[in-house]
C-alpha cells in the first residue's frame, strides 16, 4: 500500500529500490508512506499539494501586434509560474508573486488569444487578450490652420476605433470624437511650422510612411497697404495688397463682397475691385489662420 496522508493510491513496483505511484487528490503537504508485510515505512518523506493556478484579470487586456509591452496578470496560486502563454507564445516574466505576474507580451497576429499560466499546479483558466493592428493616418481636412490652434481638423485612416490620443508634432490635441474606424474629429492645438500629426491607440501610433497626415500651422494675415487705395465705382481696378501671411489667401471682399483676386506671394495680393457705391469700404483678406484687419478703399463716382 502506498499512500499520501490518509488517501491511499495505485502503484506500481518497479524493483526493490524504486515504486511507481499516481498522485490521489490532496490539499497542502502531506507525509507519503509505504506498506509492506513488513511494515510501515516511518522515513520523513513528504509530498506538497499545489492548487491550481486561477487568472482573475489582465491589464491591460489588449496591445499592439508587435508585442513588447508589460501586461500584470492578477489572480491566485501564480507563485512559481513556469510558463506564461499568449496563445502558443511564450511571454517574458518579469515579477511573479501569488497573486500577480507582470510580464513582456510576445507579438502576435490580429486577433483573440488565450492567456494561461502555468504552475507545478496545473493550467489556469484563460483569459483573452486582444492583439491589434497599429493605427494609420491617410488624409487631414484641412491640412491648414491657425497657429493659435482651436479650430476642428478631421482625421481619415485606420483601426482608429480605440484612439486614445492624436498629436500635433508633440503637441496633444483635445476634444477628440471617434466617429468610426475610419474617422475621427479633433480641435488643433497651437503650434508652429508644418508638424506630422499622429494617433495612438493600444495598438501603437501611426507613422508619416503612408498618406498625407502633414499639418501646416499659419499666422493671421495682416494688411499693410492698399494700392491704389482708391478706384472707380463700377470696379474693374486692380488693387494691390500689401502684407504679410498672404500666401493661403482664400477669399478678398471689399465692403463683404467677395471680389476676384490672384495670391503673387507671401506679402502681396492683386485682386480686381469689384463694383460699389461711392464712399469708403473695408478690405478684408482671408486666409486658413482666418480674417486680416481690415483697410480702407475709397469708390469714386463716376
Avoid: E
Avoid at 493592428?133 to 481636412?141: H, K, M, V, Y
Avoid at 484612439?163 to 468610426?180: C, E, K, Q, R
Avoid at 493661403?248 to 465692403?255: E, S
Wanted: charged share 5%.
Amino acid at each position: 500500500m502506498v499512500r499520501f496522508g490518509p488517501n491511499g493510491t495505485t502503484f506500481v513496483i518497479v524493483s526493490d529500490t524504486q515504486i511507481t505511484a499516481k498522485t490521489p487528490a490532496g490539499t497542502g503537504t502531506v507525509q507519503v508512506t509505504v506498506t509492506a508485510p513488513t511494515g510501515t515505512s516511518t522515513q520523513n518523506v513528504f509530498f506538497t499539494y499545489a492548487a491550481a493556478p486561477v487568472l482573475t484579470a489582465l491589464i491591460p487586456t489588449s496591445g499592439a501586434t508587435a508585442g513588447g509591452n508589460v501586461v500584470t496578470l492578477n489572480g491566485t496560486n501564480l507563485g512559481g509560474a513556469t510558463s506564461v502563454k499568449f496563445g502558443s507564445n511564450s511571454a517574458t516574466v518579469l515579477t511573479n508573486t501569488a497573486g500577480q505576474i507582470t510580464v513582456i507580451a510576445p507579438a502576435g497576429p490580429p486577433s483573440s488569444v488565450n492567456v494561461t499560466v502555468t504552475t507545478a499546479g496545473g493550467t489556469s483558466n484563460p483569459l483573452p487578450y486582444f492583439y491589434l493592428a497599429a493605427p494609420t493616418l491617410s488624409d487631414l481636412s484641412p491640412h491648414l490652420g491657425p497657429d493659435t490652434g482651436g479650430n476642428t481638423v478631421t482625421a481619415f485612416g485606420t483601426n482608429l476605433t480605440l484612439t486614445n490620443a492624436v498629436n500635433f508634432g508633440a503637441s496633444p490635441a483635445t476634444s477628440l470624437v471617434v466617429v468610426s474606424d475610419n474617422q475621427l474629429t479633433v480641435t488643433a492645438p497651437a503650434g508652429v511650422g508644418t508638424v506630422v500629426v499622429t494617433v495612438t491607440t493600444p495598438g501603437g501610433t501611426s507613422t508619416a510612411a503612408t498618406g498625407n497626415p502633414y499639418y501646416t500651422y499659419l499666422g493671421a494675415p495682416v494688411l499693410t497697404s492698399l494700392t491704389p487705395s482708391h478706384g472707380a465705382d463700377v470696379g474693374g481696378d486692380a488693387i494691390v495688397l500689401g502684407g504679410s501671411n498672404l500666401t493661403y489667401t482664400d477669399a478678398v471682399t471689399f465692403g463683404g463682397v467677395p471680389a476676384s483676386f490672384a495670391a503673387i506671394s507671401d506679402t502681396q495680393v492683386v485682386a480686381t475691385s469689384p463694383a460699389g457705391a461711392p464712399g469708403t469700404m473695408n478690405v478684408v483678406a482671408h486666409t486658413p489662420a482666418g480674417n486680416s484687419n481690415a483697410l480702407p478703399f475709397v469708390y469714386d463716382p463716376s
